[in-house]
């Protein structure tokens, strides 16, 4: 068992206090928030961040001389300057989007219609969410380029020899993502970047499961293009992040125009004003992004180590009661340093809608279905899969709380309920 590093009950979880949503409760029990790979809840310090913009600052940004328009111009560019500090970029190389779905799609509409020609290739994995194969997909489609697609092994980790071997002076474009939402895989981005590197392709990298994490560093990863979304990192819903290195930035077409974003218009053509703000026509989310800014202070605060120190610990804890359950399949790479806290299981013979309804009744919140991944669900053999995903707020009650869930729904459905453990003290493991 993991070292006694995460705190045991909820009422020792220094974090958890911090969310005032995680003191509801769910159908007459305590809430156990364990899918946080969709999405985060919120401590209070973004909260509060979201209703002082908008009771003390709130203006539009760029456009007024007076002094709200101001505080909020440089409150907006203030929270830039932090997101770009958290990923070690710098800050005209940050883009302010809606979410990762709405980045990558600006890289495919702007970046990859322009550069992909007819037969040439994008490579992608088979355990991409759809917001980061899609998109490639239909570029692909308009410009005659072919995707393909890097395997995973039976152990949920890409096949790097099978990368390797896609990787040819047709691959023009790579897109990958940094840690799998379904598989919890770390990929590591660096190698495959620097091997991308080596035939010419651009790479764009989905971090939207591992920002929360504290684990982008574009510099190390020397990627082109990263996304991530504010509301996976403990921010609000609404905003999100383009990284680009300033070079490749400077050769995007701005996938939306309108105002804001010019340096000149005229009855026939407009010119683009400077980066970042030529990608981020119209009224940006200002609040959003100013709070998303306080996600980053509160996620600086507890620190990158404490992050996934926390989440090691409990991802180790939870895989190995899981794992010791002879009517659980566990989806996945085994614990390590090349996995986050998503956990993604089946139990023998229910499906993976009415595991999660009978958790829900009580108070476990995980997700079930296809989680957008569905090729990776074909390369699995599977309609969906149970996902539990772990947050800086659980502990081990909440995992606890899963497994007791479990045997309620064997209960409920009249399945086997035997744990490996209880197996082997029988004598029939
Ligand atoms: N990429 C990955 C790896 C994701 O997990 C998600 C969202 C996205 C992109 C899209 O992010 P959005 O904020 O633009 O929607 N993933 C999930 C999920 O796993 N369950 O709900 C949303």
């Known amino acids: 068992m993991s070292d006694n590093t995460e705190n045991t009950s909820n009422a020792e979880n220094p974090y958890r206090g911090d969310f005032p949503i995680l003191a509801r409760e769910i159908n007459g029990h305590p809430l156990s928030y364990l899918d946080n790979?969709?999405?985060?809840?919120k401590p209070r310090a973004v909260i509060d961040a979201l209703v002082r913009f908008y009771e003390h600052h709130n203006a539009n940004v760029h456009r007024g001389v007076h002094t709200l328009s101001e505080e909020a111009s440089s409150l907006y560019e203030e929270a830039r300057a932090k997101v770009a500090a958290f990923i070690g970029a710098s800050a005209a190389e940050v883009i302010f989007t809606r979410g990762a779905t709405e980045s990558l799609n600006?890289?495919?509409?702007?970046f990859a219609r322009g550069l992909l020609r007819p037969g040439d290739e994008v490579l992608l994995t088979e355990m991409e969410h759809h917001s980061n194969l899609v998109p490639w997909q239909e570029a692909a489609r308009e410009t005659g380029a072919v995707t393909r697609f890097a395997r995973i092994t039976d152990s949920g980790t890409l096949e790097l020899e099978d990368f390797a071997a896609q990787l040819n002076e047709r691959t023009r474009l790579v897109a990958l993502t940094h840690a799998s939402n379904v598989l919890g895989t770390l990929n590591p981005v660096a190698e495959l970047t620097a091997m991308a590197h080596k035939v010419g392709a651009v790479v764009?990298?989905?971090?939207?499961q591992t920002a929360p994490k504290g684990l982008v560093d574009v510099a190390a990863l020397d990627c082109d293009f990263l996304a991530f979304s504010g509301h996976k990192m403990y921010g609000p819903t609404g905003i999100g992040v383009l990284y680009g290195k300033a070079a490749l930035l400077e050769r995007m077409t701005p996938a939306f125009t309108g105002g804001g974003m010019i340096a000149k218009v005229d009855k026939e053509r407009a010119s683009w004003g400077e980066v970042p703000r030529r990608f981020e026509p119209g009224t940006p989310p200002i609040a959003g992004a100013v709070a998303l800014g306080a996600a980053v202070d509160y996620l600086q605060g507890v620190g990158p180590a404490e992050l996934r120190r926390r989440e090691a610990g409990l991802t180790a804890y939870a895989l190995e009661a899981l794992d010791a359950a002879e009517d659980v399949t566990v989806f996945g790479p085994p614990a390590g340093d090349h996995r986050t806290g998503v956990i993604s299981?089946?139990?023998?013979?229910?499906?993976?809608?009415d595991v999660a309804e009978v958790l829900d009744e009580t108070g476990v919140a995980v997700r079930a279905g296809h989680h957008c991944c569905q090729v990776l669900m074909q390369r699995l053999e599977v309609p969906g899969v149970v996902r539990a995903s772990l947050g800086l707020y659980?502990?081990?009650?909440?995992?606890?709380?899963?497994?007791a869930g479990l045997n309620r729904v064997r209960e409920v459905f009249g399945v086997s309920g035997v744990s490996g453990g209880?197996?082997?003290r029988r004598g029939r493991a």
């Open 204 to 208: 764009v990298v989905d971090a939207a």
């Open 106 to 110: 600006m890289v495919a509409l702007g």
């Open 37 to 41: 790979a969709a999405t985060t809840q």
């Open 394 to 403: 659980n502990s081990r009650e909440d995992v606890e709380r899963l497994l």
């Open 422 to 424: 209880e197996a082997a």
């Open 345 to 353: 299981f089946n139990l023998r013979g229910v499906h993976p809608h």
